[in-house]
């Protein structure tokens, strides 16, 4: 029910909420301190592990929820140096030497598009033509951007 990807340079989601049967517009890519991070899965568990993630990390307060075998959140996060891990189940997170990673029900063809050459906000939208459970426009985060307010 989400697509998030990495192209190396920007993070993209799409816009997609699932309630039942009804359709909603939410927003799944945020910048937290100096990274940039996205939650794919359902999103009270999704928001519940990025309110951890904000709070500093600590293993010893990691989401209780999060350990669940069936039902959890994956935290996709990019450090300022570029490198990706996804927390899962456990407060230890998986890192990854790939330059472009993808998450969520549409991965699959987000990574078809970003091998193909298109970059990360395209692939989102690749996977929203494709995936019936991804839409609603695309957010993008680059790692390096400044914000304004």
């Known amino acids: 029910m989400t697509v998030i990807a990495w192209d190396g340079e920007t993070l ?3 816009k997609r909420a699932c309630i039942g049967s009804l359709l909603a517009t939410t927003t799944k890519i945020f910048r937290v301190r100096d990274c940039l991070v996205g939650y794919s899965g359902d999103a009270c568990f999704g928001e519940e592990v990025l309110a951890w993630f904000r709070a500093g990390e600590d293993p010893a307060t990691f989401p209780a929820c999060q350990r669940d075998k069936d039902d959890y959140a994956v935290l996709l996060v990019i450090r300022p140096n570029g490198k990706v891990q996804r927390y899962e189940r456990t407060p230890h997170p998986i890192s990854f030497d790939n330059r472009r990673h993808a998450t969520g029900s549409g991965r699959d063809f ?4 970003m091998h193909l050459g298109f970059n990360a ?5 690749v996977a929203s033509d494709l995936a019936c459970d991804c839409g609603d426009g695309v957010d993008t985060l680059r790692l390096d951007a400044e914000e304004v307010f």
Do not use: C, K, N, T
């Open 110 to 113: 987000a990574m078809a598009a």
């Open 12 to 14: 993209a989601a799409d």
């Open 121 to 125: 906000a395209r692939a989102v939208q």
